[in-house]
């Protein structure tokens, strides 16, 4: 009993210093916000932004065409095909939409951010930028932050999209439900308030990813495994968080 006592008492105390250090890298990264690179950010939103596009598309047709199929039977059995476009993209603009796209984010993007900066780290490269008077947060986080915060909107816009259009087509091909029929409901039951609160979901969940991952490249251990272990927390904490984070927002926003 004593020594599970000790091992769960040892876990709690390193959850809390990881969470500590990440919201000290927070605190720090929005009061360097003022020197933030351009140049450096928009060669970011490229990286991390641009070349998720393919993968978020990916997962946000096949998830509309899934719900399309598990929903469309129903509502026809009962009358209610005009409401298939309107559940669909409801489902994907305030849940579906943000939070499959941040997934898929600190999948691709937030992991690529701990093994560039954990080999940084471990190559002791951090050091020699502290030894030419630059600091790592402003040089490696900051542009980091920026660029995942203005790109995981325009992502979760493109998937939205891209999704409802998957849901369309097998409404009208597999169920016969007409394409106007699809797209009224939407136009009558779907404000835009609907994708502007899952567009504030986005930029939260694009600063998690990217200050969850950079700090833990920056406190990687030494050696391949040491960046190895840091890529897989960065995609478990980060996952975790974005879960937690849509329902605090979910519960606040609608």
């Known amino acids: 009993m004593q020594s599970l006592l000790s091992s769960l008492g040892t876990t ?3 959850v809390l210093a990881q969470v500590g250090a990440t919201m000290r890298l927070l605190v720090m990264t ?36 899934v719900m399309t199929v598990q929903i469309a039977s129903e ?12 559940i669909v993209t409801l489902a994907m603009g305030r849940e579906l939409g943000p939070v499959l796209a941040g997934v898929v984010l600190a999948g691709r993007a937030g992991a690529a951010i701990t093994a560039e900066i954990g080999t940084m780290k471990v190559t002791e490269q951090i050091d020699a930028l502290r030894c030419m008077a630059t600091d790592p947060v402003t040089y490696l986080v900051v542009p980091r932050m ?9 992502l979760d816009i493109f998937g939205l999209v891209i999704g409802t259009f998957g849901g369309m087509l ?3 091909l597999v169920n016969g439900v007409a394409a106007h029929t699809y797209w009224t409901s939407i136009d009558t039951f779907v404000v835009p308030a609907d994708v502007y609160m899952g567009m504030i979901k986005t930029i939260c969940f694009g ?18 495994e040491g960046v190895g272990i840091a890529v897989t927390q960065t995609v478990v904490y980060a996952m975790v968080m974005i879960f937690a984070v849509n329902y605090l927002l979910s519960s606040v926003l609608f």
């Open 75 to 86: 509502l026809i059995r009962y009358g209610a095909e005009f409401s298939i476009g309107a």
């Open 30 to 65: 929005w009061r360097r916000i003022g020197s933030l690179s351009v140049r450096e950010t928009i060669r970011q939103m490229y990286l991390l932004g641009v070349k998720s596009a393919p993968i978020v598309s990916l997962t946000l047709l096949f998830t509309g065409m």
């Open 146 to 154: 920026a660029a995942c915060m203005l790109m995981l909107p325009l």
């Open 207 to 224: 600063m998690i990813i990217a200050v969850i991952a950079c700090d833990r490249g920056m406190q990687a251990k030494s050696g391949a």
């Open 170 to 172: 097998v409404a009208t």
């Open 12 to 14: 709690t105390l390193t």
